[in-house]
């Protein structure tokens, strides 16, 4: 399938001193236009997510881009509810994804060979797709760009049996693009230059969950859910997995005991049984609530509804959470946020500790629940996270998103054209 669709943007979704730094002395958005309108992109990644939709359309808007998409959105990270998009940009979803890997990386080969693009983007993801998009732009003579939010080594069979190839690519990109300030010092320690290293900070479409809720909305969901009008709620929003680090939240929330609070669990996943058996044998069951996958467009209520968010993930030898952008969501409603320290939210310098939120060790419940209990005892507290939050995410947009990328782009194709003035730009 192929197409220049258009949607609107669906819901969903500390910069680093040196993105501020930076940001002045980029150019307007019209000099952007006028300089990169003739530049062509090959831009790749496994799919377009809801909450990617309106960063690509600002970078379509930028340079002439080709996105291919080479997965339908069975990763296994992926809610299959949340689907696949597309939007007002130049995108096709490549034949033969997730039905033949060989004919999958056949007609990516076809298609990035053929390519008129000037420059090659490509996200960390993709088995077949990384090593045959970075092959092909190195035999064509074209720059290559990296995009990625992995920061630390994976460690499964797979993982270490590539990793030779990965740091490889790290090392050798014309630019890498980054979710935040976390990903740059990983890849710093891998050997990979920081001049080449781009931050464009993750974000989500603010202006949908910054909306205004009105109490009619919240207060209907109160019916719903059955809470008393004055429950505070607890609210954690994802997959129901082990790896989100839920059995610490529930044993946190079981160390509270304290009245007229409930814990919420937004999402879908296959250990959700095991929780709620965790949940009786903690005695909390009667105020935990599992209210099943919730629509993007829905959340918005929910956050306004709730008193905080946690995001307790933790590291496993296959995942450590990238980003985690139901932080940047709850932000918007102005929820302070809990996350660990295995959360790239946090490690990258949006949830910022004691200012719009507290940063937790992973795997320690004790801490969890001190955390939680500073701010549900602490009302005035509790509201200057809320105003911090609502000021740290104004930051976090796909301006500056998209700005990372043009910075990127920018540096390749000048580094590809005079390498040792490029290499000294700072």
Request: glycine share 6%.
């Amino acid at each position: 399938m192929n197409g220049r669709g258009h949607e609107n943007p669906s819901l969903r979704p500390v910069i680093g001193p040196e993105v501020l730094r930076e940001a002045s002395d980029l150019p307007t958005p019209s000099t952007r236009a006028e300089t990169s309108r003739h530049v062509r992109l090959a831009f790749i990644t496994n799919f377009c997510p809801h909450y990617r939709i309106q960063t690509f359309e600002k970078l379509a808007r930028q340079y002439d881009v080709d996105f291919y998409f080479f997965s339908q959105g069975s990763e296994w990270y992926w809610l299959k509810e949340l689907g696949t998009r597309k939007g007002d940009f130049h995108y096709e979803y490549l034949s033969g994804a997730n039905k033949s890997t060989a004919n999958m990386a056949f007609n990516l080969i076809q298609k990035m060979w053929r390519s008129p693009c000037d420059l090659y983007v490509k996200c960390i993801n993709g088995r077949l797709a990384l090593p045959i998009t970075y092959v092909i732009a190195r035999l064509r003579g074209k720059p290559f760009v990296l995009w990625t939010g992995v920061w630390q080594n994976l460690r499964t069979p797979f993982h270490r049996l590539i990793f030779p190839f990965t740091r490889f690519v790290y090392r050798h990109s014309d630019a890498v693009v980054v979710y935040g300030d976390h990903v740059k010092r990983y890849l710093v320690t891998q050997g990979v230059d920081e001049v080449r290293i781009f931050i464009a900070p993750h974000a989500v479409v603010n202006e949908c969950y910054s909306r205004c809720v009105l109490p009619a909305e919240t207060a209907a969901l109160r019916v719903a859910l059955e809470l008393a009008e004055d429950e505070r709620i607890i609210l954690y929003v994802g997959r129901l997995e082990s790896l989100k680090g839920i059995d610490f939240l529930l044993r946190a929330f079981a160390r509270l005991e304290m009245p007229k609070t409930s814990l919420l669990l937004a999402g879908e996943g296959k250990e959700r049984e095991n929780f709620a058996t965790l949940a009786k044998a903690l005695g909390v069951e009667k105020k935990v609530r599992f209210v099943g996958y919730i629509p993007p467009e829905d959340t918005v209520t929910l956050y306004a509804l709730s008193y905080a968010l946690v995001l307790p993930s933790i590291s496993t030898s296959r995942f450590r959470e990238p980003w985690g952008l139901v932080v940047n969501e709850a932000m918007n409603q102005g929820l302070p946020v809990i996350a660990t320290d295995a959360v790239g939210a946090a490690a990258g310098g949006l949830v910022r500790n004691g200012f719009n939120g507290f940063v937790v060790p992973e795997r320690d419940s004790i801490r969890l629940a001190e955390a939680l209990r500073k701010i549900l005892e602490a009302p005035h507290l509790r509201e200057e996270m809320r105003q911090a939050a609502l000021e740290s995410i104004k930051l976090w947009n796909n301006d500056r998103m998209v700005d990372g990328f043009i910075q990127a782009v920018g540096f390749a194709l000048r580094r590809t054209k005079n390498p040792a003035e490029s290499d000294n730009r700072r």
